[in-house]
Each structure stands twice: as structure tokens, then as C-alpha cells.
């Protein structure tokens, strides 16, 4: 057994209630600008910013901190290509044969078809891999907790980190997402999380009229 070693909390700063509200409802209006965006801009992005991105993301909580998570940045066109190719397979059985009525009449009121074209356009497609379980330099297997929930967290993270920095973003699914392994020849301890696709916005990027449930809806207190 490994003794757990503490140190001070020394990270941590306290602000006065009037600040802390203040700060509460700036992260709160900026974060209402959010959007999920399918236009995307072909503009470049230093790839330090998607760096730094991807260090908040890894600052996330995680099951035992065992941080079950590998983000692989694709940014090579030739790369991008492939994974537009085998994403649009997907999405046409998906919209053709796949998906029940229910489900496309819920994606509806976002006008998605399966066309991708913003996987070639984008400068970044973030693949996120969940680790169901790790792998020790030996080969022994180690068993990995609560991975959905962290990889959810840390990917959460990243989605605010790329708005924050003030680049848009679209979280990806295609289903079932196993071509991204042979791909990005990620190992299969790895499943594919999600396809998070970054970059500017399209000059004339739209989005669907859609609105978010009022906080009576999604919380109580009690
Ligand atoms: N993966 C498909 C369908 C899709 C599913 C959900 I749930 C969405 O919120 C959006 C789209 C696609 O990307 O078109």
C-alpha cells in the first residue's frame, strides 16, 4: 500500500461574497455565449492555444486520479479527410437506415444531415479516447473507475477552456466511432469518446433558433 502524502492547500484563494458574485455571474454570461457551431472557418490557430486547452482539460477530477483520458489533435488534411470519409459512412446508415423516427424527429429543430463537410474545413478535430482501462509499461492490465464520468468532466472542461480562449466548437458523434482507432491508431484499451471539432467560425456561420431550460427546470433547492 502507497502512504498518502498531503501538502497545504496553498491554490486556493478566497474571494470577498461581493467578488465571488460577481465573478459567479461573469462565468455564467460568458458562458451563455456558447455555441455549438457546424460553419467553420479554414483559419489557422496556433497550436500553443490548443495546448493550453488541453491543459485544463487534463486539470479535471477523475476516478482515483487516474485521468482515464488521451486527446489526439488532428490537424494534417490528408488525416482529416479519411476521418470525413468514414464519419460520413456512418452518418449516412445513421440518417438512412440507423436511427429511429424519434430520434431524427429530435435532432430536427438542429438541421443536421450527413454531410460533414466541417471536418475537412476545421483546423482542429480533437479526438477524445476514454481509457476503459490502463495499461501498465509491462503489459499488466489496471482497472480504470467512474471513466465516462471523467472523460465527460475533462471534455466539459475542453468545451469551456476553447470557448473561453474565443474559438467555437462542435461535439462530435458519429456512431459507431471504432474507425477513429484504426485511424489515429489508438490502442483498444481506447474507445472514442467524442470528435470535438475547433476553429473560428464561418464569417456567415448560422445556428438553430434553439433555447436552453430555465434554472426552475434544471435545479432545486432544498
Ligand atoms: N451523429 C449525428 C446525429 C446527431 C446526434 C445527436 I444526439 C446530436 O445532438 C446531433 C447529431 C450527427 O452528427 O449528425
Redesign the pocket.
Known amino acids: 500500500m502507497i502512504e498518502p502524502k498531503f501538502n497545504p492547500l496553498a491554490s486556493y484563494q478566497e474571494y470577498p461574497q461581493k467578488e465571488m458574485l460577481q465573478r459567479s455571474l461573469a462565468l455564467r454570461k460568458e458562458m451563455q455565449k456558447r455555441r455549438t457551431v457546424r460553419d467553420f472557418s479554414d483559419r489557422t490557430v496556433p497550436r500553443e492555444i490548443i495546448e493550453n486547452c488541453l491543459q485544463t482539460a487534463g486539470s479535471a477530477p477523475s476516478g482515483a486520479n487516474l485521468q482515464p483520458w488521451y486527446f489526439v489533435v488532428v490537424s494534417d488534411s490528408a488525416v482529416k479527410q479519411r476521418i470525413r470519409e468514414e464519419a460520413e459512412k456512418e452518418?449516412h446508415e445513421?440518417?438512412q437506415n440507423r436511427?429511429p423516427q424519434e430520434?431524427l424527429d429530435?435532432?430536427a429543430p438542429?438541421g443536421?444531415?450527413?454531410q460533414?463537410p466541417f471536418l475537412q474545413t476545421a483546423p482542429y478535430l480533437i479526438a477524445v479516447f476514454a481509457q476503459s482501462y490502463g495499461v501498465l509499461p509491462d503489459g499488466r492490465k489496471v482497472k480504470n473507475y467512474y471513466v465516462s464520468e471523467s472523460v465527460g468532466i475533462a471534455t466539459g472542461m475542453l468545451i469551456t477552456a476553447v470557448h473561453h480562449a474565443g474559438l467555437v466548437s462542435l461535439?462530435?458523434?458519429?456512431?459507431p466511432m471504432g474507425f477513429l482507432n484504426k485511424i489515429l491508431k489508438r490502442p483498444s484499451n481506447e474507445r472514442p469518446f467524442l470528435l470535438l471539432v475547433v476553429g473560428y467560425p464561418s464569417e456567415d456561420a448560422m445556428v438553430p433558433e434553439i433555447t436552453k431550460k430555465a434554472i426552475g427546470e434544471i435545479a432545486s433547492f432544498i
Not at 461535439?171 to 456512431?175: G, Y
Open positions: 452518418e445513421f440518417y436511427a430520434w429530435a435532432l438542429l443536421t444531415d450527413e460533414k461535439t462530435h458523434t458519429p456512431s
